[in-house]
């Protein structure tokens, strides 16, 4: 974008709609401009639900091929937020159907540094152990959780991008919260 005229770069402000409406015309800045908007928070999506960095940068790309594909039958019915994740959804099943997720584990870096004051060390060993928690939760809880928490979505639009009624939304973050708080609540008192 930064060797465009001034004149072809998007506004700052542009909404997202209007990116999608230009993106169904053919162009391509537009694109850039929603995947810069967007693509960090999707990549981020992407690895909770496929475990691998890799294969979800190529999902991305993917996804941002089928917004490029599929602009022009974007009807504005959601946020374009919601059908963004909604495309990152489906793509994530289909590449877990092809491909199981590989196992993973703790991050190496937390594990091989046990140096530094007990206040960093603590703080990393909490990290982590809610990253294991995370990870123990059933996969559509797990889901529940990012969408709602970490995208910041409302339950209505959780709904939407995972095909499930609103209340259905609404009993997996009841259930996986009370999961994950024993979860934490026992190894806490396992390190006591």
């Known amino acids: 974008m930064a060797g465009q005229p001034w004149w072809k770069q998007p506004h700052p402000h542009e909404t997202d709609l209007r990116l999608i409406e230009r993106i169904a015309r053919g ?3 537009a694109l ?14 992407l690895i909770g639900q496929v475990s ?6 190529e999902i991305l790309q993917d996804v941002m091929l089928a ?3 599929g602009a022009a039958r974007f009807r504005g019915e959601s946020a374009v937020t919601t059908w963004l994740l909604a495309i990152a959804r ?3 099943i289909t590449a877990r159907q092809r491909r199981p997720p590989p196992e993973q584990a703790l991050d190496e870096q937390t594990a091989a540094d046990d140096s530094g004051p007990p206040e960093v060390l603590e703080h990393r060993s909490d990290r982590a152990a809610v990253r294991a928690a995370l990870r123990a939760l059933p996969d559509d809880q797990r ?12 339950g209505p639009q959780a709904a939407e991008v995972m095909g499930v009624a609103p209340g259905t939304v609404k009993s997996r ?9 024993r979860m934490l609540r026992l190894r806490e008192n396992a390190d006591a």
Not at 32 to 45: F, I, N, T, V
Not at 52 to 57: G, N, S, W
Not at 143 to 154: D, K, P, R, Y
């Open 90 to 92: 489906r793509k994530a």
């Open 52 to 57: 691998d960095r890799q294969l979800a940068e």
């Open 173 to 181: 973050l009841h259930r996986a919260k009370a999961m994950l708080e």
């Open 32 to 45: 850039e401009a929603l995947y810069a908007r967007h693509g960090h928070s999707l990549l981020a999506y």
């Open 67 to 69: 917004v490029w594909r």
């Open 27 to 29: 162009d391509a800045a």
């Open 143 to 154: 889901e529940t959780l990012e969408l709602v928490f970490f995208h910041g979505l409302t």
